[in-house]
């Protein structure tokens, strides 16, 4: 029998797991429609300030959704109290892969018959969640980029989630002003992510390697494209431990790869210099709420 997709979406809320960077910013998206959004994390600190985000942001971006009207988000640290009655679960916790089969795990038995779980995984598949998931036809991965300026969403299949889910998730998620893109086979990094994986770890390799700086590539960067950053600022507003998470996971699966990049961000970690959440990175000039 196949996944019956929930057709009172509208009328039921959105969960998001995990409070930091891209979760609040997925969680801003799924608020642009009018409805409820819910944020579950167990930082009290990263709840609060993730709320607080998205009210601060949510009416300049409704605005510019098609028919959009900013939502309610509030936050918990209940599971349970999370996902009641959600019509989707979009996972958004740290590139861990114990960490994600535990709550996908955890998920699958909380959630409603109808609830449609997603993962924001930018590197891993969603079948490697399913170990303790019964109803694996309805894990997906979702992956969001930097909402709201990157509104992109690779989709991709779990190898066994139902088709109708892939063609509703593909269908549903433009009403929330993000546009959806299917891997039509399993690909670690997606379809973007895997160009921009490429010129991230070249740039982080340039630098390892005494090249250049990161402020010169950024700078050509800008001159070259057009664009109006370069990859460390962007690998700043992500975090420099996700980035690192990220290439751990990538090297795990070619070796060949450089250490150099992954030694590059280590340096910067271990001294605190996380990016944007933490107020330095490649960068010295973020300031922390």
């Known amino acids: ?86 019509w989707l679960v979009v996972e958004a916790v740290p590139e861990r892969l114990e960490l994600k089969k535990q709550i996908f795990g955890d998920l699958d038995k909380a959630v409603a018959a109808d609830t449609i779980l997603a993962s ?14 019964t109803h694996a036809e309805r894990v997906l991965n979702t992956h969001f980029y930097m909402p709201p300026t990157q509104n992109a969403v690779d989709v991709m299949s779990s190898g066994q989630t139902d088709r109708e889910v892939l063609d509703f998730v593909l269908a549903v998620l433009p009403e929330y002003g993000v546009h959806p893109f299917e891997a039509h086979k399993e690909s670690t990094g997606f379809i973007f992510n895997r160009v921009w994986a490429a010129i991230k770890r070249e740039s982080l390799e340039l630098v390892a390697e005494g090249v250049s700086t990161p402020q010169d590539v950024d700078r050509m960067f800008q001159v070259n494209t057009g664009m109006a950053g370069g990859p460390f600022r962007m690998m700043d507003q992500v975090g420099l431990d996700v980035v690192l998470d990220i290439e751990e996971h990538y090297a795990a699966e070619h070796p060949e790869y450089p250490e150099g990049p992954r030694v590059l961000l280590r340096d910067y970690i271990d001294r605190g210099r996380l990016g944007v959440k933490s107020g330095s990175g490649f960068y010295d000039d973020y300031t922390t709420s």
């Not at 300030?49 to 510019?64: L, P, S």
């Not at 924001?120 to 998931?133: G, I, P, T």
């Open 120 to 133: 924001n995984s930018s590197s891993y598949a969603s079948r490697l969640f399913l170990d303790h998931v």
């Open 1 to 86: 029998m196949g996944f019956s997709v929930p057709n009172d979406y509208a009328s039921r809320p959105v969960t998001v797991i995990g409070a930091g960077t891209l979760g609040r910013r997925i969680a801003l998206m799924f608020a642009t429609r009018g409805g409820e959004v819910r944020i579950y994390d167990l930082s009290s600190e990263q709840r609060d300030a993730a709320v607080r985000y998205v009210e601060e942001t949510i009416v300049g971006v409704a605005a510019k959704v098609d028919g959009g009207s900013p939502g309610r988000v509030s936050a918990s640290g209940d599971l349970a109290e999370a996902v009641a009655g959600a």
